[in-house]
């Protein structure tokens, strides 16, 4: 059966608050990525499609069921949840016990996976290993073991490398490129980085609304022929972030090698067009006037 | 699914510090309370005493109601218990007369009589001194009788005005009326005492209500910190999110973890009910009987049991509800009030409290007159309790699906959805 979300027209208020605004998307097998600033509305919506929210408006299907059939829905779907975390007198093996009982599972097949997958997440040695004693990563890599426990068609991850040091993020996101293959992985972050390593397809939401729906490739073209370096003197970097959206500053001394978007051409001579990566063209597409969608 | 998880539950449970602490409460309230209860032994002829018990006799309702009133006229105060705690009232000038055209048609006696009467006695009080205290003493009893003439609904007409004279929790009232006819117990009204506890309750079923009377108490109160703890353990923890997500049905998770925790309350109560039972096996042996070794089961499955689930069910879903300690506050003042509402009536005042009190190893006739009033009592505290659950079960599914927002609002999206 082909693996597709379908989203149509999706909205989610808070009172007056617009959280999610129409939004018009399909999702296919893989890793996909949502980006988009804090309060954008990724957690909205991957709580939307984890049945924990209701949308108030339009239409979900996942895998040709309707998201209101939470039951079913939920038995296909394995969720991490921003802030993961469970009781803290229980060991790691007790948490996947008690959330493969929630999750239907019979004892036999509980006792197989629980090992394999504490074992794929490196965890095997901290079996015993109370949460409460867990250190941010391994909370992570629990979190990412349970929800994948019943062998969900569906994963949906939200912020998993928030907080996590460079080698820790390294591993979560190549253990999520692993889990992707024969399901779909939802993938919600702020960081472009770990967007730009794992996924193919993204999407980026700004105050609720799609701004972008396509491949990285595509962001990165919206950049192209738009990015410049230049070294110039720290006198002058004020009015450089006055004019352009500056992506990166690299001190030397009294002079700064800046990275920074330019509509209009070459903006001063010593300025240097150069390759847009995705964070570039992810500040270029946040930046320009209104946020007007591009949808591919 | 279910049984696993309520075996998860109660296995998380009996990990807990609070479940220990829980065993120790319970073992030092029946050591205290019920420990050092005497074996019921068969009376003896010609003994001072073999205790007393509250009459039911109108006329010995009347003629203990009227002493009282005279005696609390004669020295100006009236005792009350408004919320169950002690105090003197001394009425004024004109509620006083008021008292004595009372006393006056009760006794059948004009106001001039009357006022002799009491000049007379308060005449022939005396006071005597030792140790540097003063004590009152009678030097002659009262004259003063009921009348042959007072019906007894005429006599509970007084009785009322009386009541409303001295204020609530006076001895007047309908709650203590009849707890002030306590006389004393003849031989005969000892022996058949002794042998309906015998023959009707074979000594275990008495022991079995004292049992539920206790812990009646504490069960009123003790499952409230239970499913506030473990309402709070998911707020606290942050495992809301994950464990919402799960496909396992509100209904399944909800009656597992209550059925859990009914369970780790109730069975530690049965065990120990094996302490009293012995005494009761005891007892029976030493009359010659065999004693109903389920009596215990039977009453503390049906008396202590609806309690524990209508605490249980209604603090769960004010937990649920507010995600705060309030569901507490609510329960103490709950199990307050339940524990005054029965101050008077400490044996077989039923009604629909949700402490049923009997406070006595024996009366079975007490009892069986009002077995069917606990009877609907417990049944009316079980179907609430049922019905707290299902509303529970509705209240948790609704917060799965974000429905309801923390402080327990319908959110205004979800107005706004059905309206359309």
Request: charged fraction near 25%; charge should be positive; include cysteine.
């Amino acid at each position: 059966m082909n693996q597709e979300i379908i989203l149509k027209n999706v909205s989610k208020y808070y009172g007056k608050k617009k959280a999610v605004d129409g939004i018009n998307l399909t999702i296919s097998e893989g890793m996909f990525g949502l980006l988009g600033r804090n309060g954008a509305g990724k957690t909205t919506l991957m709580k939307i499609l984890a049945t924990l929210h209701n949308p108030t408006e339009g239409e979900i299907s996942v895998n040709g069921i309707n998201i209101r059939e939470t039951k079913k829905i939920r038995s296909m779907t394995g969720y991490l949840p921003q802030d993961f975390s469970m009781y803290g007198g229980m060991t790691a093996y007790e948490v996947m016990d008690y959330l493969g009982t929630l999750s239907g599972m019979k004892k036999e097949e509980r006792k197989k996976r629980i090992p394999e997958l504490l074992d794929k997440v490196n965890l095997s040695a901290n079996h015993r290993t109370k949460v409460r004693a867990m250190s941010g990563g391994m909370r992570r890599r629990l979190g990412i073991a349970q929800a994948i426990l019943h062998n969900p068609q569906i994963l949906i991850v939200d912020e998993p490398t928030a907080g996590l040091d460079p080698e820790e993020r390294v591993r979560f996101r190549n253990l999520l490129c692993e889990i992707a293959q024969d399901r779909i992985v939802l993938l919600s972050t702020h960081i472009v980085g770990d967007i730009e390593a794992t996924c193919e397809d993204i999407a980026v939401l700004d105050n609720g609304k799609l701004l972008f729906r396509g491949t990285v490739r595509e962001l990165i073209e919206m950049a192209e022929g738009k990015v410049y370096t230049a070294e110039i003197s720290r006198m002058e970097l004020e009015e450089l972030k006055a004019k352009h959206i500056v992506t990166a500053i690299l001190s030397k001394g009294s002079m700064a090698e800046v990275r920074f978007l330019s509509e209009e051409g070459t903006p001063f001579e010593k300025a240097v067009l150069t390759e847009p990566s995705a964070e570039d063209a992810y500040l270029y597409l946040m930046g320009r006037e209104g946020g007007k969608a591009v949808c591919g | 699914m279910w049984l696993t998880l309520f075996r998860k539950e109660c296995k998380m449970w009996c990990k807990s510090i609070m479940f220990f602490g829980y065993l120790a409460v319970i073992l030092f309230f029946y050591l205290t309370q019920m420990g050092s209860e005497d074996v019921p032994a068969k009376p003896e002829p010609g003994k001072e005493s073999y205790g007393y018990h509250y009459s039911t006799d109108e006329k010995v309702i009347m003629e203990t109601a009227m002493d009282n009133l005279l005696y609390e006229y004669c020295y100006g105060v009236y005792v009350t218990y408004p919320m169950g705690f002690y105090k003197g009232v001394r009425l004024n000038k004109e509620k006083t007369e008021k008292i004595e055209v009372i006393i006056e048609k009760l006794t059948g006696k004009t106001d001039e009589e009357f006022k002799k009467i009491i000049n007379d006695y308060k005449r022939g009080v005396k006071y005597e001194s030792s140790g540097g205290a003063s004590y009152q003493t009678e030097a002659a009893p009262l004259d003063l009788k009921l009348s042959k003439d007072i019906t007894y609904d005429e006599f509970l007409g007084y009785m009322e005005q009386a009541a409303k004279l001295i204020g609530n929790g006076s001895k007047y009232g309908d709650t203590y009326l009849k707890s002030n006819a306590r006389v004393p117990l003849t031989y005969e009204e000892a022996l058949h005492e002794y042998n309906q506890m015998k023959e009707k309750d074979r000594f275990s079923g008495a022991y079995a209500r004292l049992y539920c009377d206790y812990f009646g108490i504490l069960l009123g109160i003790i499952p409230v910190f239970f499913v506030t703890s473990r309402v709070l353990k998911d707020k606290h923890s942050h495992a809301k999110g994950v464990l919402y997500g799960k496909s396992a049905s509100s209904a399944v998770i909800i009656t597992a973890r209550m059925a859990a925790i009914c369970t780790i309350l109730f069975l530690p109560i049965l065990l120990l009910s094996l302490l009293p039972l012995s005494q009761a096996v005891y007892a029976a042996g030493k009359a010659g009987i065999t004693a109903d070794y389920l009596a215990f089961l039977k009453y503390c499955t049906g008396w202590l049991l609806p309690s524990i689930m209508a605490v249980t069910a209604l603090g769960y879903f004010l937990g649920e509800l507010t995600e705060g300690v309030f569901p507490i506050l609510i329960q103490v003042i709950w199990w307050f009030a339940s524990l005054l509402a029965n101050v008077s009536q400490m044996i077989g005042g039923f009604g629909y409290n949700l402490i049923p009190r009997f406070n006595s190893l024996g009366e079975y006739s007490v009892f069986y007159k009002s077995r069917d009033s606990l009877v609907w009592n417990r049944i009316v505290y079980t179907v609430a309790a049922l019905v707290l659950t299902a509303a529970l079960v509705y209240l948790y599914e609704c917060k799965r699906k974000g429905i309801y927002i923390k402080n327990g609002k319908v959110s205004k999206a979800h107005i706004r959805k059905s309206k359309a």
